[in-house]
């Protein structure tokens, strides 16, 4: 399985060239940035968007949004480290050694790369991460998959994969975040139920709590009027 691809007619290797070149047209700098970013930064930022929006989806919407929101929200690392998991005897199985063993003339931006390829396991992480934020919450979601594809351009930058390794690490993560979203969520709601109403832990779910209602008298509300005139105290009692 390690020849799925070999000779530069694939596409796969046309791709991977034509993306790998952008590095050794660009300046030192600029590649050790994208060895960064690829390899650590985007991951961060990753982190980042998750806690961003935990922050933001604890305080709006009733204590129900608020709940189910937090619940998708840890979802989302759980769905990324069930998708790494099973990836491994994907990877074992396929044994795709990475491009730079089979290609010569790549620029290659990390060192110490000696597992197999097939399939990336940044792209994997990082779309499962993505799509789990998606279900959580739309806006955040899509930040985070924008994020998700960066990730899988710069792992071919780099010249560590092949696209192919990064489009099925597409595939895998979201395949796992999205099909197993109906179940996980069907757990974890529940518990994050129960955490939102004790009192040591609320603030993780919910930081604000509805006040209570009160008499409009107490917030300098005037009571209506029927007629015209003020309602007296016995305004509302039925006539006998």
């Given at each position: ?54 922050w933001s989806v ?44 089979d290609h010569q ?130 305004h509302n009692d039925?006539?006998?």
């Amino acid at each position: 399985m390690a020849g799925l691809a070999s000779d530069g007619s694939n596409p796969d290797v046309s791709l991977l060239y034509d993306i790998n070149g952008l590095a050794k047209a660009a300046p030192p700098w600029f590649d050790r940035v994208m060895g960064f970013v690829g390899e650590y930064g985007i991951m961060l930022a990753m982190v980042l968007v998750v806690l961003w929006c935990w922050w933001s989806v604890r305080r709006r919407g009733t204590p129900a949004d608020s709940v189910s929101a937090v619940a998708g929200l840890v979802w989302a690392p759980l769905a990324a480290g069930v998708a790494l998991l099973v990836n491994i005897p994907i990877r074992g199985f396929v044994e795709r050694p990475r491009p730079f063993r089979d290609h010569q003339g790549l620029e290659v931006l990390v060192d110490g790369k000696t597992d197999f390829s097939f399939v990336s396991d940044h792209a994997t992480l990082a779309m499962a991460l993505g799509v789990g934020v998606f279900v959580a919450h739309r806006r955040f979601g899509l930040v985070a998959i924008g994020l998700a594809l960066a990730e899988g351009f710069a792992r071919v930058y780099m010249g560590v994969h092949y696209p192919t390794d990064v489009i099925g690490g597409f595939a895998l993560g979201t395949a796992v975040a999205l099909l197993l979203a109906p179940l996980a969520l069907a757990l974890l709601t529940p518990v994050v139920s129960v955490v939102a109403r004790s009192g040591r832990c609320a603030g993780l779910v919910r930081s604000r709590r509805a006040a209570p209602a009160r008499h409009p008298e107490a917030v300098g509300i005037p009571e209506p009027r029927i007629g015209g005139q003020a309602p007296g105290p016995g305004h509302n009692d039925l006539a006998a």
